[in-house]
């Protein structure tokens, strides 16, 4: 079975600097998708990225950059430019790849990211 | 283009009584998933339904059961509240395609906030 561990349970970042969030993952699948996920207080998962196993390249979403080791097993999240709104729970989510997979997500347990103005 | 709905907000019940959650997906997807998220973990898979069947389940009792309608919607049942059932209770849907591994992104409602007393 697949598991998905963040071994940070906070993290604070003053605005404007840069951060980075851990996780790690367990599989022996050689296809898979990662993902980050946002939940702010308001309760709301939101896809911050996404990055497909097979994909050497390292996913970009403006601010929001991944560093994906696949042979390491880790994909660890960096914020650029920190602003206030960036203030959430932080997960990490594992899913297989496969025609006969249903998308379910596996998620770690979370980091909490404080921004300091 | 209304995102994924879920009904109440929040409920409270008491410890042995039923209890059903409602979740619209978004426009557009045919796919439900449920998830189960105590305070302060990450999201845990409970079942997907596509087609008004059950496609995959995770590993919670029989007391949780669920339902999809023609229209895509979806219930989720739970029977006999235990205390431990205290939890926000997150919908996702999306589009079951035969590319990219089988579905498409997950798009979460807001959740419903379940307390068991």
């Known amino acids: 079975a697949q598991t998905v561990t963040q071994s940070q349970p906070e993290m604070s970042v003053q605005e404007a600097e840069t951060v980075t969030l851990s996780c790690t993952y367990d599989?022996?699948?050689?296809?898979?998708?990662l993902f980050w996920y946002k939940q702010p207080p308001s309760r709301q998962m939101i896809l911050v990225i996404r990055?497909?196993?097979?994909?050497?390249q390292n996913a970009t979403e403006n601010r929001f950059s991944v560093n994906f080791q696949k042979a390491a097993k880790s994909f660890s999240l960096k914020i650029s430019d920190s602003q206030l709104g960036d203030a959430a729970m932080y997960f990490c989510?594992?899913?297989?790849?496969?025609?006969?997979?249903?998308?379910?997500?596996?998620f770690g347990q979370g980091t909490t990211l404080q921004v300091k103005p | 283009d209304a995102g994924v709905t879920q009904s109440p907000t929040h409920l409270i019940k008491t410890r042995g009584q039923q209890v059903t959650l409602r979740c619209s997906p978004k426009?557009?997807?045919?796919?439900v998933s449920w998830y189960q998220q105590a305070l302060g973990q990450g999201p845990q898979f409970i079942f997907q339904?596509?087609?008004?069947?059950?496609?995959q389940r995770g590993n919670f009792p029989d007391r949780f059961s669920g339902h999809q309608f023609p229209n895509y919607s979806s219930e989720l049942n739970v029977n006999a509240l235990l205390l431990g059932d205290s939890a926000l209770y997150l919908c996702?849907?999306?589009?079951?395609?035969?590319?990219?591994?089988?579905?498409?992104?997950?798009?979460f409602g807001p959740g419903t906030r379940l307390t068991v007393t």
């Open positions: 996702a849907s999306s589009l079951r395609g035969a590319r990219q591994g089988g579905t498409y992104e997950q798009y």
């Open positions: 599989t022996s699948e050689s296809d898979y998708y």
């Open positions: 990055q497909e196993a097979y994909k050497q």
């Open positions: 989510a594992y899913r297989s790849y496969g025609s006969s997979n249903t998308g379910k997500l596996i």
């Open positions: 426009s557009g997807h045919d796919t």
């Open positions: 339904y596509y087609e008004e069947e059950e496609r």
